[in-house]
């Protein structure tokens, strides 16, 4: 369940059409292989899924991997123009009738959409391949230049990363999938990271990137230390055991709130799909047992933590004496920190502050993607061991509400 390797040797945020070409066809072959080993579990499911608020219909998730790449590319008469073009410029028809009605994320609500009458797998199915021939065959005509590339780009990133979401799902629901989460790893001392002045965000002219990457800007950084690994469950074992869930003067407000309702509900004592924590004894590293995939396994002490929520994090920090990292801490140790032992990649990891635009921020076409989640998210950085490959960066950010923690995120810590 991996994107093909030689695809990975190249940078897809400047890629030209052959790449590109390339690229969206594996995206897709992805997209299909994951469906199809969740495939026999979700039919028995009828294709439906309990309601929550974070957890789309299968098949709604499906269907909108197709119709974005459509709607950005095939019916967007200004697809050349780029960032340039006008989003609200009116569209050519869908290969579907009803497929904004189905997929446009605007017109329904995460909990609205389990009652849209969707189409049946295999008109999904038909669709995906449909539309991903219409975008060969226009992407074959099109200028090498970054704006007449940009949605083609765009498309792959967003198949890319809803690719990750199924994964999120296969783990929420308990279906199988042949994936391993990150292996133990050797604990290093706390990295001390000189101060100094950030080019924090993505230059202009170095192809695609997401809205809220840019526009590049200087921060100044006083010296701080922070850890050269994301936490591990032997360290958050040791939070567990001193009392940390029932702590209150260890949580945020909003977050002990959020506790002592999963408490009542299903008595929330560790992170998500934990089954059973044991407590450290004699210098030992404790035990937890979580859930991976429908299969219940041991983690072992020197893996990182995962599927924390923000909450869960700030309180460990508080417990510890020390803090979330800011964004730019944690873009500046990952740029500058990897030989002396900084590691990244294996979980996504939460930090400090809300999730806010840079200065000067000027939104992209596809509005809604930042500009609604301005204020309210928090961010993580990183990469998770479900994320795909080529799109690994240490200025990507990623955000999402506090509460969540089916997303495949972990954290470190700075000192005070």
């Known amino acids: 369940m991996s994107n093909s390797h030689h695809l990975e040797d190249h940078d897809v945020r400047s890629a030209g059409r052959e790449v590109l070409s390339l690229a969206l066809m594996d995206s897709r072959n992805h997209t299909l292989q994951l469906i199809a080993a969740m495939e026999p579990s979700l039919a028995s499911l009828n294709f439906e899924v309990p309601r929550g608020a974070h957890l789309n219909p299968p098949l709604w998730a499906l269907g909108h991997i197709a119709w974005f790449q459509e709607r950005w590319i095939a019916r967007h008469v200004q697809s050349h123009l780029g960032v340039h073009s006008d989003p609200t410029a009116a569209r050519l028809p869908s290969l579907l009738a009803q497929a904004d009605v189905w997929w446009d994320e605007s017109l329904s609500p995460t909990t609205a959409r389990v009652a849209l009458n969707l189409p049946d797998l295999q008109e999904i199915k038909v669709y995906l391949l449909n539309t991903l021939e219409n975008t060969l065959d226009l992407l074959a005509k099109t200028p090498e230049t970054d704006d007449a590339l940009y949605f083609y780009r765009l498309a792959l990133f967003h198949e890319d990363s809803h690719a990750e979401v199924l994964i999120q799902m296969a783990q929420a629901l308990g279906i199988a999938l042949p994936l391993a989460m990150p292996a133990p790893t050797q604990v290093r001392e706390a990295l001390l990271i000189p101060g100094t002045r950030w080019a924090m965000g993505a230059p202009v002219g170095t192809g695609f990137c997401v809205d809220n990457q840019q526009p590049q800007h200087e921060v100044v950084v006083p010296e701080f230390e922070m850890d050269a690994q994301p936490l591990t469950w032997a360290q958050f074992v040791e939070f567990v055991d001193d009392g940390g ?151 990507f950010r990623h955000f999402a509400l506090p509460e969540r923690d089916d997303i495949f995120c972990g954290f470190r810590s700075c000192a005070l």
């Open 245 to 395: 869930y029932d702590r209150e003067e260890l949580w945020h407000g909003a977050g002990w709130d959020w506790l002592q309702a999963l408490v009542h509900t299903e008595g929330r004592r560790a992170p998500r799909y934990v089954e059973q924590v044991s407590v450290a004894r004699a210098g030992g590293l404790g035990a937890v047992l979580q859930t991976q995939f429908g299969q219940m396994l041991r983690r072992q002490g020197h893996q990182p933590v995962v599927h924390v929520t923000w909450w869960e994090a700030d309180a460990w920090c508080r417990w510890a004496g020390r803090r979330l990292p800011t964004e730019v801490e944690w873009e500046v140790a990952a740029h500058t920190a990897a030989r002396r032992g900084f590691r990244w990649g294996d979980v996504w990891e939460w930090t400090a502050g809300s999730f806010r635009p840079y200065p000067g921020f000027v939104a992209g076409p596809d509005r809604a993607y930042s500009e609604s989640a301005f204020g309210s998210h928090k961010v993580l950085r990183g990469a998770s061991f479900a994320s795909p490959a080529r799109w690994k960066s240490p200025k």
